[in-house]
């Protein structure tokens, strides 16, 4: 955008450029022209009385002298001809057809015009001037006067027109890119603060400062609506995180009357007791999960480093679950002074926690850590491509895992830690079967 205004402004600058300076040029080299007209006619015309005089009184011996001088002083070539066509004086080098002026001076009309003087010729201007009064011609005046003063007085006039209307481009071009960067400053703080709200830094807003009115005007109404959005995912946030935190008391409470209630039941209601009790746990653990979620979005994740000699402790507490379960878990972490942010430690217990729900027994899951990913890889059933990239969201469920405990919010909390320590979190199909959960740190840390 930036480079199209100034184009357009350029474009804009040089033809006014042009049509101050071509029409000065062209001026100019007009006016030089008329002057060595003017100047040369009165040379031509002095010499046409000297012929006048010369015939009258049948003696050219002044007008051979002057002619003679005038030629070498000057570098021109006279002619001075009779009514019939004969060279009375001859001097100089007269290079040029001579018939159209001859005809025309005897005619009684003197020279009027020139070829317009530039630079590039022409190098020599032929004058024809009538010898005698009225009808009594008697002879013509022909002066071929060359151009060289003309053509270097027009050749400097030129050249200091061209060299202003490069030094007023240059500063004009300068002024175009200023007022191209003034224009689109607000644009680009606008591109600027959407990029960061798209990062996550919602807190990000346009600084309306510089610019023209209607797009800092821009830039107010988008930061107020920036300020609305925030607001409103505030609220949700904040609704989210206070109605999870207020129904895990209820919650807990209804489970302890449920359990108080099991000595009083009846055999034959046993089994609608034991299932009320399992949808009572299954609605505890959404809404923890909804209180995650809702800290995790709010920002309310320590971004401390740990080691991974601390975060080994972590993974060794799976080893117990993974056993009970028939499963083998390996652990991989690499040098022990290595550091990873501690939400690393959160997204592994999500994966490892997923993992023992969907890995048949017998199955193996493997922890490595290495140039800054940290990867889960299980070789149970996996999932196909397209489902993947939903697995992210919240309360997704895979068709064929519908059975399986879980409040579908477990991958979702995992994002949203990934995004909030700079990393990046995303799901890889295993070799030859199962699943890969692939935490990306944003930069290598140090020791890493």
């Not at 009027?112 to 009064?133: M, N």
């Not at 055999?267 to 999960?289: K, P, T, W």
Request: aromatic share 4%; hydrophobic share 45%.
């Amino acid at each position: 955008m930036r480079h199209r205004l100034v184009v357009t402004f350029t474009t804009l600058i040089v033809l006014m450029i042009a049509a101050l300076a071509v029409p000065l040029g062209v001026a100019y080299a007009s006016h030089r022209t008329n002057r060595l007209l003017l100047d040369r006619r009165a040379d031509a015309t002095r010499f046409a009385e000297l012929a006048d005089q010369a015939a009258r009184e049948g003696d050219r011996t002044a007008l051979t002298a002057e002619v003679t001088r005038y030629a070498e002083l000057y570098g021109a070539a006279i002619q001075v001809k009779s009514r019939d066509g004969t060279n009375l004086v001859d001097a100089g080098d007269m290079s040029v057809a001579t018939a159209p002026g001859v005809r025309l001076a005897l005619s009684g009309q003197t020279t009027e015009d020139l070829p317009t003087i530039s630079p590039f010729g022409p190098d020599q201007v032929l004058i024809a001037e009538p010898a005698g009064r009225d009808a009594q011609l008697s002879g013509v005046v022909l002066l071929l006067a060359p151009t060289t003063q003309a053509r270097a007085d027009v050749s400097l006039v030129w050249a200091g027109l061209a060299l202003g209307a490069l030094v007023a481009l240059g500063y004009s071009v300068l002024a175009a890119r200023g007022l191209a960067r003034w224009i689109l400053r607000p644009v680009t703080e606008l591109d600027r603060t959407t990029q960061a709200i798209a990062e996550g830094h919602l807190d990000a807003r346009a600084n309306p400062g510089v610019g023209p009115t209607e797009l800092r005007r821009l830039e107010e109404r988008f930061n107020a609506m920036a300020d609305a959005v925030s607001t409103t995912l505030d609220r949700q946030r904040a609704f989210v995180a206070d109605a999870s935190h207020e129904l895990r008391t209820p919650l807990t409470v209804l489970s302890l009357r449920l359990e108080n209630l099991e000595p009083h039941l009846k055999d034959e209601g046993s089994m609608e007791f034991e299932e009320a009790l399992a949808e009572v746990d299954r609605l505890a653990g959404l809404v923890e999960d909804l209180l995650a979620l809702a800290r995790v979005e709010a920002g309310a994740v320590t971004q401390q480093l740990d080691t991974v000699t601390a975060l080994e402790p972590r993974l060794a507490g799976w080893r117990e679950v993974y056993s009970a379960k028939n499963l083998t878990l390996d652990v991989d972490l690499g040098r022990d002074d290595a550091t990873v942010p501690e939400a690393a430690a959160r997204v592994a217990d999500i994966a490892l926690d997923n993992a023992q729900k969907f890995v048949p027994p017998g199955g193996t899951v493997t922890v490595t850590l290495e140039d800054g990913v940290l990867r889960i890889a299980d070789d149970g059933p996996g999932l196909p491509e397209e489902e993947r990239g939903q697995a992210l969201g919240r309360f997704w469920r895979a068709g064929t895992h519908a059975n399986v405990p879980g409040s579908g919010l477990g991958l979702a909390i995992a994002a949203e830690l990934a995004r909030a320590c700079g990393a990046t979190l995303s799901l890889e199909a295993n070799r030859p079967r199962g699943l890969v959960v692939e935490l990306r740190l944003a930069q290598p840390y140090p020791d890493l």
